[in-house]
């Protein structure tokens, strides 16, 4: 029998544990191949003893409707930046990639199947370029890997925001108050305007569109004037106010931890500033969009996410990575799914349609 190492890497997504399912299903109808699952991403094969899993039809039962993922994850084990301790005791980043392919070769594994965001992908293919047959599946709620038309999580994480939306919608209308919720996404507004057309947002602030204040200001006293007494915005995590409109304080801390969180709370000081005087409250909705039971797409995505990854395995169809594309699941070279991240378009149509639904993006 040959053997196959599957690991999870960087933040966690429902639909993880679907593709594990569906890899080891597949694989049992092959009948040539043993799965295996490493602990926290890489980390269970440098372990004593070693955090290796085998992964049967019994461990993997069911897991399909599960958030997170058996094999647990982590951000920490990164071959490309390893820590390693220098002569004065320091800690410099290295790349360890050829320590992690042989320890997985001396472990007598035959293929990799790796899942995870663009980090991940650029690991597989550094693994790949150092001789070792991988295949990438991509993850991520964010939705911002070029090579694919769809991640798992996305889906969920939309769900999850629209129901929170729907919530506040009805609060707001009874206190007269603008609403501010900010989701996740990382640098890209796929989660925010998706979530704002499905909720019906007044406003929709998003990375890729830098806002005016002033616009947004008028927005919402347009909306009071009429009567309208309420107004509910979507700020994607990465938005940021246009240069020169307000102090541009979002995004320039660097670090999305620090922004995480931040510019709900950053938005309502600048529309008090700018004079708004109705209330406003904002609330972070944060892991919940990463938490949970996958929705039904995402299972459906994520299982066969799963099977054609063990198939590109049997086929021999390595460094590339599972893509779901023009509705086919397909195999992109790993080179070609790592180059380009992929933004909201600015004169996409579904920028355009969120507008022509009357949502302001205050550009
Ligand atoms: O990439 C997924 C994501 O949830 C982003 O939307 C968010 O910016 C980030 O991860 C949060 O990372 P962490 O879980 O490390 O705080």
């Not at 998003?206 to 005016?212: A, L, R, S």
């Not at 209330?279 to 996958?294: A, K, M």
């Not at 349609?353 to 302001?360: D, E, M, N, P, S």
């Amino acid at each position: 029998m040959k053997k196959l190492l599957v690991a999870t890497g960087g933040g966690d997504c429902p639909g993880l544990n679907a593709v594990i399912r569906g890899i080891v299903k597949r694989a049992k109808k092959s009948k040539e191949w043993e799965v295996y699952g490493s602990m926290e991403a890489f980390n269970g094969i440098f372990t004593d003893p070693l955090r290796i899993v085998k992964l049967t039809g019994k461990k993997t039962a069911g897991i399909h409707i599960k958030g997170g993922t058996i094999l647990k994850t982590t951000n920490k084990a990164d071959p490309l930046h390893y820590p390693v301790k220098d002569e004065n005791g320091n800690i410099q980043l290295v790349d360890k990639t050829k320590m992690f392919v042989d320890r997985i070769k001396d472990l007598g594994f035959d293929a990799v199947i790796n899942i995870g965001g663009d980090g991940s992908q650029k690991i597989s293919k550094a693994f790949f370029d150092h001789g070792l047959p991988v295949v990438g599946v991509p993850k991520t709620i964010d939705n911002d890997l070029s090579a694919t038309d769809m991640t798992f999580g996305f889906q969920t994480a939309v769900q999850i925001a629209t129901d929170s939306f729907d919530k506040l919608v009805t609060t707001a209308e009874s206190h007269h108050r603008v609403m501010i919720m900010e989701v996740m996404g990382r640098d890209a507004g796929w989660i925010a305007i998706h979530t704002a057309i499905a909720g019906g947002a007044e406003i929709c602030l998003i990375p890729e569109i830098p806002y005016d204040i002033e616009k947004l200001v008028q927005k919402i006293e347009s909306r009071y004037e009429k009567g309208r007494g309420f107004v509910c915005i979507v700020i994607a995590e990465g938005a940021k106010p246009k240069a020169g409109s307000i102090v541009a304080r979002q995004g320039e801390e660097g670090s999305r931890h620090v922004r995480l969180g931040g510019v709900a709370f950053q938005l309502s000081q600048q529309l008090k500033d700018a004079g708004v005087r109705a209330e406003i409250r904002e609330t972070v909705l944060g892991h919940t969009q990463r938490g949970g039971t996958p929705t039904a797409f995402d299972r459906v995505l994520a299982s066969l996410f799963g099977v054609k990854a063990f198939e590109m395995v049997m086929e021999g169809d390595f460094g590339k990575m599972v893509a779901f594309k023009n509705n086919s699941f397909i195999s992109v070279p790993l080179e070609e799914a790592t180059r380009n991240y992929n933004h909201v378009g600015v004169d996409s149509f579904i920028v355009r349609g969120a507008k022509g639904l009357g949502i302001t993006f205050g550009d």
